[in-house]
C-alpha cells in the first residue's frame, strides 16, 4: 500500500524529479497530450474539481440549493420537465457563469422588450 503524499510539504527538486518520472513513465500518446500544454504548464499534481454538486455559484448556493430557492420563491407549481431544465441551467452557471451570460443578458433584454409592447413574456 502507498503512502498519501503531501506535495505541499516536497521541495522543488524532489516535486521535479516526481514529474519527470512520471513524464518518462507516460505512453507515448499521453506524452503528445503533455507536450501540446506545455511541460512546465503541466501540473499532475493538481487537485481535482470539486464535484458538480458541492460546488457553489458567487452567491454561495449550490445548483441544487439554487433550484429549490428558484421553485420555492417563484411560487411555480411546476413540472419535473421543467425542473429538470431550470436543474440543468443551474449546473452550467455553477460551473462557468460566463458561458450562460449571454442567455441571461437576453432574457433581460427580452422582458424589458415584451414590456415595451405590453405583452407578458
Known sequence: MT?????????DEEIADRKRYMYEKMSPRRRRFVDRM???KW????????PIDIRKDKT???????TQLFIRESGRNTNQEYIDQV???????????????????????????CKKHGVEP
Not at 503512502?3 to 521541495?11: G, V
Not at 501540473?43 to 470539486?50: G, L
Not at 451570460?101 to 427580452?110: A, E, N, Q, S, T
Open 87 to 113: 436543474n440543468e441551467f443551474n449546473v452550467m452557471m455553477v460551473m462557468n457563469f460566463e458561458k450562460v451570460r449571454p442567455v441571461f443578458d437576453f432574457c433581460l433584454w427580452y422582458a424589458e422588450h
Open 3 to 11: 503512502d498519501n503524499i503531501n506535495y505541499e510539504d516536497l521541495s
Open 38 to 40: 506545455g511541460y512546465d
Open 60 to 66: 454561495g448556493y449550490t445548483q441544487a440549493e439554487l
Open 43 to 50: 501540473d499532475p499534481f493538481a487537485a481535482p474539481f470539486d
